[in-house]
């Protein structure tokens, strides 16, 4: 008898008429290639591969259904017949696959980055500029009849259904919370009538599109705002989104606003599946549970303990359109797993970029690296440097049908991973290691740990790729032979004792990961830490913050005035900001190093003077590039290419050493798709 993985999360389940083979939702996901001028294939191939992967059901990327909804003023929209004519193209792509996709109706409101955006209440969002207009009593009218229109046109399209966006701040959530509904008529004031825009909604398409055409509406069960909804509303909106209509709910977390963190790497996995338990068994129709579910195993142990009918992952999908696949395989070994990062995802669309995958750079551009394509001519190949860049180099590179051998002079693969999984927070790189070991051995890598590469084993390779890494940026300073002066490397590693009173020296990502891990207690709730009222009884879910006397006395100091660590991820960097500044971190900005003297660090700061005395300094003062190899290989006119640190160091992370690694292994030899 054949054995069973995941039995909870691979049994079927129905979502109104649709039969679904297993329990698992791709979540929407904005990608930016709704905006592209060729967008609508590549986004084909893009959910096509995930349909492939054997997801149960795909929800696109938010569409508005006018032009005030849009998220910017190019935004994707489902308003006439020509938008339905053009995203044909998808649906028809995901049905080859043997898929089900829904479009999800997304409505900015306030969230809407352009000047004709549009709210309940006339009140501007703090993470807008455009302050919004108060819809009248026609607009909300005319507003309710754009979302029926485009669920008509979805139809057209030859979606399965829609997912109507009721949560994360957007439009609909407006309606429902005090926090942004300040209306006295039908749709202001008390909770009933608060909530009668998304019922309105929901009947109004339901009779539209008939029953044969599923309707997902995804409900913020925990706004994370002072004046969101409580746990009884919740209840009450959501047995009258039933009632309405829809033949699912799904789960929303916190606004965008809100000063939470939902989806990064420092939420626990599962965080939030709580939320969606209190609601089983007041409403009869299925319910789906989100947020941090980037594993089979999370996602299966919500189904058994009975969090949800149904799981979502989202960014997931972007790095392993196979994970269903995998799973149902029993290799979860082979899984390229979500490590939470945002930052080639959320962070690119914030830049109107292409949303992709720091561990998959071939997410949303599945056209440009095939991943089907051999290399016309297999070549030998050395990799030197088993980090980030290289471990991405070597894996593709034989992939595309390279004899690949990878030289590591330390005793284990990861590099720069290595230290990154210490940071709290970061633990998820232990499963990116994970997935480039199983990686390395099924496409039969030769790897060479402990091996120093040189000129003469490297001789006998056709090319040679530089993946050596960086070394520490040394920092100069008189009195700096002390030893009390340490590397980030030797503080990561745990190598000595570390004080009660350190400055750290410089303060991009790697001076705020030493502060944090520097600071972090094992038995710290995440939930007390950031005010999360797990009973949901307190309004919009939040309670007073618990914070801890932290354990060391920290200073973070960086030579350039402003803000200090503005060179954070945009999505992710206010909450390296506040969780240190939780902890009582002081920062330095525009400063000027003089001495050590005395267990002083002496500085000027605004001008000033000072002496601040310490136990440690943590230097943290960026990196050069390491490339002992070059030019002995170049003398010995030996083709090689240098990919990340070792090409350039300034603005290195993990993002941009994969993404280099596939770069090269693409461009080393000529390739065409099988």
Same mark, same amino acid.
């Given at each position: ?39 609508? !294939? ?22 508005s259904p006018n032009l005030e909804g849009a998220l910017g003023p190019n935004g994707a929209r489902m308003q006439r017949k020509r938008h339905a004519r053009k995203h044909r193209v998808i649906t028809e792509a995901v049905h080859a696959e043997g898929g089900k996709i829904l479009m999800q109706i997304l409505h900015g409101g306030r969230y809407s980055y352009h000047p004709f955006n549009v709210a309940p209440s006339a009140i501007k969002a703090p993470i807008n500029r455009f302050k919004p207009r108060k819809l009248n009593s026609l607009g909300i009218k005319r507003t309710i009849r754009a ?12 979606? $399965? ?24 008529? !039908? ?39 002072? @004046? ?95 994970? *269903? ?21 959320? $962070? ?5 970029? *292409? ?21 016309? @001519? ?33 005793? @284990? ?13 970061? %633990? ?30 490297? =001789? ?24 009390? *002066? ?65 354990? =060391? ?56 003077? %000072? ?11 960026? %990196? ?6 070059? @030019? ?41 798709? $099988?």
């Amino acid at each position: 008898m054949q054995q069973t993985f995941y039995p909870n999360l691979l049994s079927p389940i129905r979502i109104g008429p649709l039969e679904l083979p297993n329990r698992v939702l791709m979540g929407s996901m904005h990608t930016g290639l709704e905006e592209e001028k060729d967008g609508m !294939e590549r986004l084909a191939t893009f959910y096509a591969e995930r349909a492939q992967g054997g997801v149960g059901l795909i929800v696109t990327g938010g569409i508005s259904p006018n032009l005030e909804g849009a998220l910017g003023p190019n935004g994707a929209r489902m308003q006439r017949k020509r938008h339905a004519r053009k995203h044909r193209v998808i649906t028809e792509a995901v049905h080859a696959e043997g898929g089900k996709i829904l479009m999800q109706i997304l409505h900015g409101g306030r969230y809407s980055y352009h000047p004709f955006n549009v709210a309940p209440s006339a009140i501007k969002a703090p993470i807008n500029r455009f302050k919004p207009r108060k819809l009248n009593s026609l607009g909300i009218k005319r507003t309710i009849r754009a979302y029926v229109r485009s669920a008509r046109l979805a139809k057209e399209a030859g979606y $399965d259904g829609i997912e109507i966006m009721g949560s994360e701040g957007y439009l609909i959530n407006q309606f429902i919370a005090k926090e942004t509904n300040k209306r006295t008529d !039908e749709y202001g004031g008390s909770f009933e009538n608060r909530m009668r825009f998304p019922i309105e909604i929901i009947k109004g398409i339901r009779s539209e599109v008939g029953n044969d055409f599923a309707i997902i509406y995804r409900l913020s069960m925990l706004d994370l705002m002072s @004046e969101g909804s409580n746990w009884e509303e919740v209840v009450t909106l959501a047995k009258a989104v039933e009632k309405a209509g829809a033949d699912a709910i799904n789960t929303g977390i916190g606004w965008h606003e809100a000063r939470i963190p939902t989806i990064a790497t420092l939420v626990p996995r599962g965080g939030f599946t709580f939320v969606t338990r209190k609601l089983m068994g007041k409403v009869d129709i299925p319910l789906i549970t989100t947020n941090r579910l980037n594993t089979p195993e999370a996602c299966e142990e919500a189904l058994e303990s009975g969090c949800a009918d149904m799981v979502s992952m989202a960014r997931p999908f972007l790095a392993d359109p196979e994970i *269903v696949k995998k799973a149902a395989m029993g290799v979860p070994q082979a899984i390229n797993t979500c490590i939470g990062c945002n930052q080639a995802c959320l $962070d690119h669309i914030f830049k109107r970029k *292409v949303a992709s995958c720091l561990v998959n750079p071939r997410a949303s551009h599945e056209s440009k690296w095939p991943i089907d394509a051999q290399a016309n @001519e297999a070549k030998q190949v050395a990799v030197v440097g088993a980090g980030p860049a290289g471990l991405s180099a070597a894996t593709e590179l034989a992939r595309l049908g390279h004899e690949v051998t990878l030289f590591e002079r330390g005793p @284990e693969i990861g590099g720069q991973f290595n230290l990154a999984k210490r940071i709290p927070g970061k %633990q998820e790189f232990y499963e990116t290691l994970r997935y480039f070991r199983y990686q390395l051995d099924q496409l039969q890598v030769n790897v060479k740990l402990e091996t120093e590469a040189n000129t003469e084993n490297l =001789r006998v390779f056709d090319h040679v790729i530089l993946a050596s890494g960086v070394s520490p940026r040394p920092w100069q300073i008189d009195g700096m032979d002390k030893t009390s *002066v340490v590397n980030y490397i030797d503080v990561i590693n745990q190598k000595g004792t570390i004080g009660k009173r350190v400055i750290i020296i410089g303060a991009g990502g790697i001076g705020f990961d030493v502060a944090d891990f520097l600071l972090h207690e094992g038995n710290e709730s995440f939930y007390a830490k950031w005010g999360i009222d797990k009973t949901l009884e307190s309004r919009g879910g939040l309670r007073e913050e618990q914070d801890s006397e932290p354990k =060391r006395e920290i200073h973070l100091f960086q030579r350039s005035p402003g803000k200090v660590g503005a060179s954070l991820g945009k999505t992710t960097g206010w909450i390296h900001r506040l969780n240190l500044k939780k902890a009582k971190v002081q920062m330095h900005s525009g400063v000027t190093y003089h001495k050590i003297a005395d267990g002083q660090l002496i500085y000027t700061e605004n001008g000033q003077k %000072q002496a601040l005395p310490y136990d440690q300094i943590v230097v943290c003062a960026g %990196q050069v590039p390491y490339h002992p190899l070059s @030019e002995k290989l170049a003398n010995l006119n030996i083709p090689h290419t240098l990919i990340g640190g070792a090409r350039e160091a300034r603005k290195l992370d993990a993002q941009r050493a994969i993404l280099e690694g596939i770069e090269a292994a693409y461009a080393l030899a000529p390739w065409s798709r $099988d």
